[in-house]
């Protein structure tokens, strides 16, 4: 049950990271790869990838 609650803990943790580094594209980013990947549709799990490494590239480019 205690790796339960570490691991929900370090999930709700990276997503108020993003949302507050990236915003609501980061957020739904980290939501299309989390829904693609427990669905089994590579397409949506690899826009979600794609829309998160833009997000983080912007400065670079």
Same mark, same amino acid.
């Given at each position: 049950?205690?790796?339960?609650? +570490?691991?929900?803990?370090? #999930? #709700? !943790?990276?997503? @108020?990271?993003? @949302?507050?580094?990236?915003?609501?594209?980061?957020? +739904? $980013?980290?939501? &299309?790869? !989390?829904? $693609?990947?427990?669905?089994?549709?590579? $397409?949506?799990?690899?826009? $979600?990838?794609? +829309? &998160?490494?833009? +997000?983080?590239?912007?400065?670079?480019?």
């Amino acid at each position: 049950m205690p790796v339960i609650a +570490l691991i929900s803990a370090v #999930v #709700v !943790t990276v997503e @108020q990271l993003l @949302q507050w580094r990236y915003g609501a594209a980061g957020l +739904l $980013g980290l939501l &299309l790869v !989390t829904v $693609g990947i427990h669905a089994n549709r590579p $397409g949506v799990s690899s826009a $979600g990838a794609v +829309l &998160l490494a833009l +997000l983080v590239a912007r400065p670079a480019l």
